[in-house]
């Protein structure tokens, strides 16, 4: 028994056991110095509602998220879901307000991105709130998706600060 004893002790106290690939990550990301995911100053979720057109036509709407800075609904017709209709503080994520200053056309005078690769189209409204239209149906075309986001209420959006 003496030397069964011995021998764990060895092998289990002299091993050397190599931290995890993902330890430094993880330390990065969640120490106290990491930078915030959503700054402080942005617009509550529910702040957006407002915003979002009623269902219309034969469409209904559905909020399917809201938190800081983001707020998502999901517009369905016949029962399937076709689009997702979102509006994001860019306050977080500048880049994404960024890629709006090449932007050479317009919807009531916001530039407008139509994404034909992910077949997403979204204006950009006060240099801040961006407003997009997501196809999930190959029915809902850009067309579509720039109806929708006629309807957003746009000014009043304008208005928040």
Known sequence: MPLVLSVVLIFTGCSSKEPSKYAATQK????????????KKAEA???????FPQGASGYSRVFSQEKKGFAEAKLNKDGKNVAVL?????ISLPAAAKKYENSI???NNY????????KSTSVLVNNR???KVASRDPSFTSEDRQLWLQKFNLGGLSSLK
Do not use: C, H, M, W
């Open 105 to 107: 056309s317009k919807l």
């Open 129 to 131: 709130y961006q407003v």
């Open 45 to 51: 979720g529910g702040d957006f509602n407002k915003f």
């Open 28 to 39: 990065e990301t969640s120490g106290r110095n990491a930078p915030a995911a959503v700054a």
């Open 111 to 118: 530039p407008l991105i139509d994404d034909t690769k992910l």
């Open 86 to 90: 979102s509006i994001s503080d860019t």
